[in-house]
Every structure is written in structure tokens, then in C-alpha cells.
């Protein structure tokens, strides 16, 4: 049976990553910050005791995604997927009103925090026959597209970008596969009711990129429906 570990599982896209990979015969350890008050998350769990695991962990606490580490490690000698879904989108911002601490924290969470989850987690990949890291971007990090003047989410989605090339260059001799992946513009807390994609459909795609990606096409940049999106 096949492993994911994801973060942000407690709502929205990544609840229906955890939906869908349910579906698809995955185990699935499901990272949140408060798992115990995820209602949903929790529902799913009961329904599937042996293949949905809610695990506790703060992507911006190295102490936390240790221990999320350690728990997982319990239940599993390896992770085959792991997808770095959460993150955080200050709305509001301008030149006049940027704050440097929220610019900091969206950083962490978005850029800095996935790439401690990979290096807490490269013992758990490194032991998979084909370890495969999606990073959730956002077509808003896309520097030759710019669509918006959203300052933190914006730049802390372009550099998880480049961080993800760096980590794609160095993981490939060890088979180990990396890319960021747009995920469409989802009906979710964070798109809002005008968005014109379902969560489920999100999660679908990304699903379906994640099982047919080849380690030939590690650091790339694509869209959950599986296509280049230009960086």
C-alpha cells in the first residue's frame, strides 16, 4: 500500500486530497495543526481507522514536525507521497501598509516550513522505492505572469519555487523526486466562492500528476491538470 503524508489536511484542498487518496487504496497520514478540533478530518478518520492517520504538526515548529516525524515513523517504515499543502494568504496588502512580521510568518509557512517537513521527513522518503514531493505553489508565485500585488503570498510562493528546483537538483541522484504544483483556483477559504473549482476536482488532479510523474520531470512547475506552467 502506498504512503502519503501531507500537511493542511484539515480543510479544503487538502481534505479532499485526503478524500481522494482514500479512494485511491493510499495510507494516509494527515498533518494539521489541531487535529483533534478538525471535525471532518476526524470523521474520515473513524470511517477508515487503518488508512487515515491525523497527525498533529506546525510547519513553522522544527520541535513539531519532528515529533509528526516520530509518530509517523511508528506506523510506517516509509513515505512514497508527500505533499506540502498548507499555507497562508494575508489579504490587503500594500507598500504603505506592509508588515514585516506577516511578511516573515507567510514566508515560514509557505517557503521555509515545507522545506524542513522534507528534511524531518528524508529518512522516511529516502526508504521508499519512489518518493515523490509535491509542493503546493500557486500561479500567483509565477514571475513572468504577475497576476496580483498580493506582496507576501506572492514572493513566498516564488521562492518556494526555487527552492524546490534546488531540492529537485539535489534528491535526483537519490531517485527521489521533487516539483511544485498549481493546484487551479479552488473553492476554498482561502479562493473563495467565485472560484470556479471544486475542491474534489482540485484533488483529483493533483492525485493523478502525482501517480504519473517521472523523475525526469523533477523540478518542474505544473498545473493540477497535469500540464508546464511557465515560471
Known amino acids: 500500500m502506498k504512503t502519503l503524508f501531507?500537511?493542511?489536511?484539515?480543510?479544503?484542498?487538502?481534505?479532499?486530497?485526503?478524500?481522494?487518496?482514500?479512494?485511491?487504496?493510499?495510507?494516509?497520514?494527515?498533518?494539521?495543526?489541531?487535529?483533534?478540533?478538525?471535525?471532518?478530518?476526524?470523521?474520515?478518520?473513524?470511517?477508515?481507522?487503518d488508512r487515515v492517520i491525523p497527525i498533529a504538526i506546525d510547519v513553522t515548529d522544527a520541535a513539531s514536525i519532528e515529533r509528526a516525524r516520530d509518530d509517523v515513523r511508528k506506523a510506517t517504515g516509509a513515505i512514497d507521497l508527500l505533499i506540502n499543502n498548507a499555507g497562508v494568504f494575508p489579504h490587503g496588502e500594500r507598500i504603505e501598509n506592509l508588515d514585516p512580521e506577516t511578511m516573515l510568518h507567510t514566508f515560514h509557512v509557505n517557503a521555509v516550513g515545507p522545506m524542513i517537513v522534507v528534511q524531518k521527513f528524508l529518512?522516511?522518503?529516502?526508504?521508499?522505492?519512489?518518493?515523490?514531493?509535491?509542493?503546493?505553489?500557486?500561479?500567483?508565485?509565477?514571475?513572468?505572469?504577475?497576476?496580483?500585488?498580493?506582496?507576501?503570498?506572492?514572493?513566498s510562493k516564488a521562492a518556494l519555487n526555487m527552492l524546490t528546483r534546488i531540492l529537485a537538483s539535489e534528491l535526483r541522484p537519490a531517485g527521489i523526486l521533487a516539483v511544485v504544483v498549481h493546484p487551479g483556483w479552488v473553492q476554498t477559504d482561502m479562493g473563495?466562492?467565485?472560484?470556479?473549482?471544486?475542491?474534489?476536482?482540485?484533488?483529483?488532479?493533483?492525485?493523478?500528476?502525482?501517480?504519473?510523474?517521472?523523475?525526469?520531470?523533477?523540478?518542474?512547475?505544473?498545473?493540477?491538470?497535469?500540464?508546464?506552467?511557465?515560471?
Open 6 to 49: 501531507l500537511t493542511g489536511a484539515n480543510r479544503g484542498i487538502g481534505l479532499a486530497i485526503v478524500n481522494e487518496a482514500v479512494k485511491r487504496g493510499y495510507a494516509i497520514f494527515a498533518g494539521c495543526r489541531h487535529p483533534q478540533k478538525a471535525a471532518d478530518l476526524q470523521r474520515l478518520a473513524s470511517e477508515n481507522p
Open 123 to 155: 529518512p522516511l522518503l529516502r526508504a521508499s522505492q519512489q518518493a515523490k514531493i509535491l509542493n503546493i505553489t500557486s500561479q500567483l508565485g509565477s514571475i513572468s505572469l504577475h497576476m496580483s500585488n498580493h506582496y507576501s503570498y506572492n514572493s
Open 192 to 231: 473563495g466562492t467565485a472560484a470556479p473549482l471544486r475542491p474534489s476536482e482540485s484533488a483529483q488532479g493533483i492525485l493523478t500528476l502525482a501517480q504519473r510523474l517521472t523523475l525526469a520531470e523533477s523540478g518542474e512547475f505544473f498545473t493540477w491538470e497535469g500540464r508546464k506552467h511557465p515560471w
